[in-house]
């Protein structure tokens, strides 16, 4: 005996009860505390990869043994110092990438996304000695780069490493992965927040409490060991109060545009230096070489566009700046760290942006109204690394934390979201993800809420199905479905059938394929009692899509009979996958359509003094 009666809807109550707004579980607490130990090292190694740096700038253009940070090229330098130091630099970074790893190309975040996407957060160990050596000697060498990025992607394989070692799921190595990588950053530049914005923005890919834990535990150890070894200040202290008025207000937009328009060129330009190299008839192994020829130039010309810059930062923020460096910076620095940067060099992508949209502001300081020490060229830096990385919360929060001024919050948001939003509406992708992009791979940096995580399975299931009692045989079984009327185009395509006994007990499910092979092979007698699943893979109605949907690519299959919560045994209805996709269906169409709700209506003479 087959039935198709319908399931009434007032059969499927639905209990959202052991639904959760988060999905924790203790778990997160053992990923945590091994990410611990991480933001530790990670924060030494950071220590020790500034210290690094300030040996070989020492060595290199003053010819002493000194680990403190100086710039390069301070106008105590011979001219072939300066010249020849980046080419030298470029040719042993290109020996250490073709004989060591290609991995230390490039500027760390690309490389640690990557990892994250791709390579089931797997670094190579090779990759956390090799990187900060190589950036070190990049930017000891007089690059114009910064030690974020590598420190990130150091701090990142420091946490893969030690997630290797251990028995963990990738998405938990993952964890321990940005877990390093943030603390690292929030170790150099004792920002904390922003690290873990960064982090929540660009590196996790989710906001789960299974991630963000384990990442602000480590980042808080990384700063606390940070205090002792680098200072527990801010970078670059700012200090006189601020003037904000609304016109000031209104001109931040004015530099988010500018500033969007800087990150743009600046992003197409480390992309059409990398298309220039591929060019080029030599091996990639030559190529930091020849960047480092177009470094050399640019130190000559302004020397201070060499190496970190931090003192040519505090100048601009702090308006000690004179006009004649902020030009030779905004054009020179953008020029050759763009240009090499595209050559594969081993360097970091946010110092320098701090000293050119610094640059940028200190020359705006000159037409716009005087707000502050330092107001326009903070807000300015804000805009490009908003517009740079489209990262804004970060790009707000870190020149907050660089700072201290956090009295400027709102024109940092005006500044940052005003350029974030001319990047996203003029380029595909950031200088971030394009590299990621030119390996043939794509990820999207939009986040919201799963559609399937709304809607239940028992808003789309089917309640009109086509199931047998266990006693038929399988040719009664394939009799009863190709006497189905032809116009029941959803009982022919389901191709899943529940065998329940009685009214609505489920024994277990048989499939169309099952029957036909019983039918064919051994004539079709046997029971579906003999021939179903008895212990098939079911869900509830008032369960999540989603969670539904996990459950098919888990356990390979594209239909589900659907049974009560309390009683398993009882059948309510049964969902395919198409089904699901009404979720997706919904998203799209509030997405797309466009309806008008409300309506204004003109009084008439005479409404206001009708009577009933």
């Not at 000031?248 to 220039?276: H, K, N, P, R």
């Not at 004649?324 to 240009?339: E, R």
């Not at 201290?404 to 500044?415: E, H, S, V």
Request: glycine content about 10%; aromatic content about 6%.
């Amino acid at each position: 005996m087959s039935t198709t009666q319908p399931i009434a809807p007032n059969d499927v109550p639905r209990d959202v009860h052991h639904l959760g707004d988060f999905r924790a579980t203790p778990r997160l607490l053992i990923i945590a505390a091994l990410a611990l130990p991480v933001g530790a090292v990670a924060a030494v190694v950071a220590w020790a990869l500034l210290r690094l740096i300030g040996l070989i700038t020492n060595a290199v253009f003053y010819q002493r043994i000194d680990t403190r940070l100086v710039a390069p090229g301070g106008g105590h330098d011979h001219w072939y110092i300066v010249l020849l130091a980046p080419i030298v630099g470029g040719l042993v970074i290109g020996f250490m990438a073709r004989y060591g790893s290609e991995k230390i190309r490039g500027h760390g975040m690309p490389e640690a996304i990557e990892a994250i996407l791709l390579g089931g957060s797997k670094v190579q160990p090779r990759v956390a000695i090799l990187k900060p050596i190589s950036s070190a000697i990049a930017i000891g060498t007089g690059g114009p780069f910064g030690a974020e990025g590598p420190i990130i992607m150091t701090g990142g394989a420091i946490g893969s490493l030690f997630a290797q070692f251990l028995r963990l799921t990738a998405d938990e190595r993952k964890t321990l992965l940005v877990a390093g990588a943030a603390a690292g950053m929030a170790a150099t530049f004792n920002t904390p927040f922003a690290a873990i914005m960064l982090a929540v923005e660009l590196l996790l890919f989710e906001w789960r409490p299974r991630s963000y834990v384990p990442v602000a535990a480590a980042v808080c150890v990384a700063t606390v060991i940070r205090h002792p070894l680098l200072g527990d200040g801010v970078l670059f202290p700012v200090k006189g109060a601020l003037h904000i008025t609304p016109v000031a207000e209104l001109l931040c937009v004015v530099t988010g545009i500018v500033a969007g328009l800087l990150a743009i060129v600046a992003t197409m330009l480390v992309y059409a230096a990398e298309d220039g190299f591929r060019k080029l008839p030599v091996h990639w192994m030559w190529w930091p070489a020849i960047g480092g020829v177009i470094i050399g130039i640019g130190g000559m010309i302004v020397p201070e566009s060499l190496g970190v810059g931090y003192n040519i930062i505090e100048a601009e923020l702090d308006g000690s700046i004179g006009m004649d460096l902020v030009v030779g910076i905004l054009i020179v620095k953008t020029l050759i760290w763009s240009l090499s940067l595209g050559s594969g060099t081993s360097g970091g992508v946010l110092a320098p942006m701090f000293m050119i949209g610094g640059a940028l502001g200190a020359l705006e300081s000159n037409i716009f109204p005087h707000v502050g020490p330092g107001f326009w060229a903070l807000v300015a830096l804000a805009g490009v690394l908003g517009g740079v990385m489209r990262s804004p919360f970060t790009g707000v929060i870190f020149a907050m934390e660089l700072t201290g001024r956090f009295d400027a919050i709102l024109p940092l948001i005006i500044g940052a979201s005003t350029a974030f939003a001319l990047s996203s509406l003029m380029l595909k992708r950031s200088v971030l993800t394009e590299k990621i992009a030119r390996r043939g791979y794509h990820l999207t940096r939009e986040y919201d809420v799963d559609p399937l995580e709304i809607y239940f399975v028992g808003e789309v299931m089917s309640r009109d199905i086509l199931s047998y009692e266990s006693d038929l045989t399988a040719a009664e079984a394939l009799e009863v479905i190709s006497g189905v009327e032809p116009d029941n185009v959803e009982t022919r395509r389901q191709m899943l059938y529940p065998v329940i006994e009685g009214s609505d007990t489920l024994v277990g499910v048989v499939t169309r394929t099952q029957l036909e092979t019983a039918v064919h092979e051994h004539g079709g007698d046997t029971s579906l009692q003999e021939l179903c699943i008895t212990a098939p893979i079911v869900t509830h109605a008032d369960q999540t899509l989603r969670e539904t949907a996990n459950a098919m690519a888990a356990n390979a299959v594209d239909k589900m009979p659907v049974v009560d919560r309390e009683d398993s045994t009882r059948l309510v209805g049964l969902v395919s996958l198409t089904m699901l996709l009404e979720g997706r269906v919904r998203d799209v169409r509030e997405a797309r359509e466009s309806e008008r709700v409300l309506r204004l209506r003109v009084a008439r003479p005479g409404w206001f003094g009708r009577t009933q």
